[in-house]
């Protein structure tokens, strides 16, 4: 039997481009897609514009929160500059279907809102923009009730223009 490295290295090309473009069609299911909106969600327009917490957690969600230590709401002290405030919350309620944000000291107290898709982890993190010293309200919807947790971040360097 005859043995051809010219043969050979056509072969061994072929496979490796076979291989090429099979691993392509492979990454081509990993493209990431926009995530869309339900068609039923309407963006929360009126409780972005209220200045007041209560006021915005009224326009969001029709009723008011009590606070709960099943709402772990993670957030510096103080925060050295007020334009990038690392936050988190997580919680061990059961049927999580929003998670909101909100900064009391802010021109517009609702920072940030979150629907959580059924069987999704509820655990979110974010940065924050504030303007001052002011109260970090973690605001959680679970099986049809609110819950919050309320932290107090002191800024030293603002935000939201300061």
Not at 64 to 93: F, H, Q, R, Y
């Amino acid at each position: 039997m005859s043995f051809s490295i010219e043969r050979f290295s056509a072969t061994r090309r072929l496979v490796l481009q076979g291989a090429g473009a099979v691993a392509l069609l492979g990454l081509g299911s990993l493209v990431p897609r926009p995530a869309l909106a339900a068609a039923n969600d309407k963006y929360p327009d009126e409780a972005f514009k209220q200045k007041a917490d209560k006021d915005a957690i009224t326009a969001l969600y029709g009723r008011t929160a009590e606070a709960s230590d099943m709402v772990k709401l993670d957030a510096p002290e103080i925060a050295e500059n007020g334009a990038v405030v690392p936050i988190s919350v997580t919680t061990t309620l059961e049927n999580v279907t929003s998670i909101s944000f909100l900064v009391s000291g802010n021109p517009n107290a609702l920072a940030a809102s979150y629907a959580i898709p059924e069987g999704t982890l509820p655990a979110i993190s974010n940065r924050l923009k504030m303007q001052q010293t002011s109260n970090v309200i973690a605001i959680v919807e679970a099986g049809g009730k609110l819950y919050s947790a309320t932290k107090e971040v002191k800024v030293t360097v603002g935000g939201c223009g300061g």
